[in-house]
């Protein structure tokens, strides 16, 4: 397909990537996935379903010769090392990067992909972001959502004083696309606190295979839910994050919006048989325990938990 300088690639066709594509697409918008081999063949035919809608977005599967305006990334952790070998090849010197990904370390791996280094003065190509409070369900290319949730971006500190000719884009690019978004001043902050959500329901929705109804009234698993959160809140005040226990104790209210029927990225991981991210959540936060001097018993007991349930249940829930 020919691209224009105003394109928006999307890496990554799951539940995220499949519901923000389609929304640009709605919103008249160019789009499309990159994907390559197999992967690419599916989605030209079958292209994705969200809510029920059949989208046929394009698919390029090889370096631009018009490089994009801006790339979203929604891959899981584990497909995130494997699609930067070839990441520089999307991305053209005004290329925007932004990661919807969970976890705090997408942003620096796809930095060093296009050869830069984030830095606390980094002015370069990739925006620190997160998605908090959408609640959308994958199966297989069937996508269903009733929160978009909205999406946090900007740089490491975003000061209103000094505008940010890529922070201002991405704005008026959301703006435009019908996107929920917000430039949060710290940034960084802000990436913990959402990873402290998924560290705690994420994980112990995986181990238990419950949709969110169960966060919703079981006062059990919410405090199973926060002690695991709190494990990161200490790492997170050890390093200086200003992560407070208001801030742990908001997203029950965040949760109580999300659909009853919902589920966690990890949960459809767990049921589907397919890898979870364990490891870039409970593995981050025991080894970011041990580097600070922080107990993590919790996350150690979920690191063992979830790879286990994956082994009594290797091909998912049910099988």
């Not at 069937?142 to 740089?155: A, H, K, L, N, Y």
């Not at 742990?248 to 767990?270: C, I």
Request: with cysteine; net charge negative; glycine share 8%.
């Amino acid at each position: 397909m020919e691209h224009t300088a105003d394109d928006t690639v999307v890496l990554g066709a799951g539940a995220l990537g499949a519901m923000y594509a389609h929304q640009i697409s709605r919103a008249g918008l160019p789009v499309s996935f990159f994907a390559a081999g197999e992967r690419a063949e599916r989605l030209t035919r079958d292209g994705v379903i969200v809510n029920g809608t059949t989208y046929h977005i394009p698919v390029t599967d090889h370096a631009l010769e018009q490089p994009p305006a801006r790339v979203i990334v929604a891959l899981k952790d584990q497909h995130l090392a494997p699609a930067t070998e070839g990441f520089a090849d999307v991305c053209g010197p005004d290329t925007t990067v932004l990661s919807v990904m969970n976890g705090i370390d997408s942003e620096y791996q796809l930095a060093a992909a296009l050869g830069e280094s984030i830095t606390p003065d980094y002015s370069g190509r990739v925006l620190h972001c997160m998605v908090a409070g959408m609640d959308a369900v994958r199966d297989g290319n069937d996508v269903r959502f009733t929160q978009m949730g909205t999406v946090s971006f900007g740089r490491r500190r975003n000061d209103p004083a000094r505008p940010d000719a890529r922070v201002s884009d991405a704005a008026a690019f959301f703006a435009k696309a019908g996107i929920p978004a917000k430039t949060p001043e710290d940034m960084e902050t802000a990436i913990w606190n959402k990873f402290m959500l998924n560290v705690g329901i994420n994980q112990w929705s995986a181990v238990f295979g419950a949709t969110y109804s169960l966060f919703h009234t079981d006062t059990h698993a919410q405090n199973l839910m926060r002690r695991a959160m709190r494990e990161v809140l200490a790492i997170a005040q050890a390093k200086s994050i200003d992560l407070t226990e208001d801030d742990l104790e908001h997203w029950f209210s965040v949760v109580n919006t999300l659909s009853p029927d919902g589920k966690t990225s990890m949960a459809q991981d767990v049921e589907a048989g397919r890898p979870t991210e364990v490891h870039m959540f409970a593995g981050r936060v025991v080894e970011m325990g041990r580097e600070v001097g922080v107990a993590t018993p919790v996350n150690e007991v979920l690191l063992d938990a979830i790879q286990a349930v994956g082994a009594v249940h290797p091909h998912g829930y049910g099988h």
